[in-house]
Every structure is written in C-alpha cells, then in structure tokens.
C-alpha cells in the first residue's frame, strides 16, 4: 500500500507563495493520477488539482491560475505550487493517489497522510 508524506506547508502573508511536495511509497505513483486536497476548520475536504500520469492538470475553480500541479516520476513526488495566497486558502493540504469515475476524481487511499498545514494571514 502507498504511503504518503506531506510537506512544505507554513505561514505565509496574503499574496505570497508556498510550494508543497507530497512523497509517495510504492511502485504505482508512476501510473497512477495524483491529486491535492485541502479541509479547513469545520469544513469538508475539498479536491483541489489533479494531474494524470501524462501530465494532464486539472484545477478547482477557486485556485485556478494561482496553483500549479506537477510531478516528478523519478522522485516519487507530486508537488503544488501556490501563489498570490489568500488567507480563504488556510487549510490543511493532502495528496492521494486519484481515479476518475464518473463525473470526477476520488481518492483511492483511506488511510491520508498527516497533512500539512497551510496558513495565509498578515
């Protein structure tokens, strides 16, 4: 079963930047879709991106063109690069190992990671 490790959070003032790495165990990262999650106090996990074995992105509108997923196959690791931060962005971050069934991806895994804990404020 993959394991995953989550890192890279921190605070951070509204607008700047951060750039999260989830590492992935076992041999099917490579073919598998990857995708970022968030939850925020009192609210339910959300899918935020996702990005296909080929590369193909995908983005939750509300982090559209601030965000950006990548992978790097070699290291087992899927990143998200975000930037122009708003403190609606305050959450903790997950990855999963993603599949698309019917009209949108899921999580594979039950059992997330620690997560990493983002936090936007001046």
């Known amino acids: 079963q993959v394991q995953l490790v989550e890192s890279g959070g921190g605070l951070v003032q509204p607008g700047g930047s951060l750039r999260l790495s989830c590492a992935a165990s076992?041999?099917?990262?490579?073919?598998?879709?990857m995708g970022w999650y968030r939850q925020a106090p009192g609210k339910e996990r959300e899918l935020v991106a996702t990005?296909?074995?080929?590369?193909?992105?995908n983005y939750a509108d509300s982090v559209k063109g601030r965000f950006t997923i990548s992978r790097d196959n070699a290291k087992n690791t899927v990143y998200l690069q975000m930037n122009s931060l708003k403190p609606e962005d305050t959450a903790v971050y997950y990855c999963?190992?993603?599949?698309?069934?019917?009209?949108?991806?899921?999580?594979?895994?039950?059992?997330w990671g620690q997560g990493t804990q983002v936090t936007v404020s001046s």
């Open positions: 076992g041999s099917i990262f490579s073919a598998n879709a």
């Open positions: 999963n190992v993603v599949y698309y069934s019917g009209n949108g991806y899921y999580p594979l895994y039950n059992n």
């Open positions: 990005i296909t074995s080929g590369g193909s992105t």
